[in-house]
């Protein structure tokens, strides 16, 4: 399935890029500054927004179909990024490594959250931000709610396990981050029971 993946995966979202997340990934990114980590980086879809104010480019992506399409899209960019083999859940990155870390559509997909979030607060310096975009799960009271619990027993064999009624502000928010800029939108063009989202930036707290 992860060779599936990888081959189809730019063309399924190519109308969903060009209708919202193209902007969406460059508004997220255009801040950024410093060392910058990108976990699960699939493709590489966040390479072409990255701003020639970061001063190093880490991306980690675990499945090797992926990382094969990413590691060629590193290699014509414009700057120099280094790709690793590496899980969300087990980051191999000294304590306080990166000013910010980069996630875009994978908190969906990892099996622990909470693993991946702590992995992602340890790697960062005090004080530094994660910036994120994730496809959540839509109001309880709702039928897409409802539908998005019916389909996932099928949903998470299908696409590489990924989740559709995960509720990942608040995970974010438990695992101690500070969450100071988030925006919930419809992500236009895309599977309607993957619709519902959330982007914006969490900050790791100066002292921690």
Aim: aromatic share 6%.
């Amino acid at each position: 399935m992860g060779w599936l993946m990888a081959q189809v995966y730019d063309w399924s979202v190519r109308g969903t890029e060009e209708a919202c997340l193209a902007q969406w990934r460059r508004d997220l990114l255009a801040p950024l500054t410093g060392s910058v980590l990108e976990i699960g980086a699939g493709t590489g879809a966040n390479l072409a927004c990255y701003p020639a104010s970061i001063a190093e480019l880490v991306l980690t992506e675990p499945d090797p179909h992926m990382r094969a399409k990413l590691e060629k899209k590193v290699g014509a960019a414009q700057f120099t990024g280094r790709v690793v083999d590496a899980s969300a859940e087990n980051l191999p990155f000294a304590d306080a490594s990166f000013d910010a870390v980069v996630a875009t559509l994978v908190l969906c997909t990892v099996p622990s959250p909470e693993r991946t979030l702590a992995e992602i607060i340890r790697v960062l310096k005090p004080g530094g931000a994660f910036h994120f975009i994730e496809h959540v799960a839509a109001p309880e009271d709702s039928s897409r709610y409802r539908w998005q619990r019916r389909v996932q027993p099928v949903w998470k064999h299908l696409v590489d396990g990924c989740h559709l009624t995960r509720r990942t502000s608040e995970t974010i928010a438990r695992a101690g981050l500070t969450i100071e800029r988030e925006t919930k939108e419809s992500m236009r063009k895309a599977f309607p029971l993957v619709r519902p989202t959330i982007r914006g930036v969490a900050r790791k707290g100066a002292a921690s």
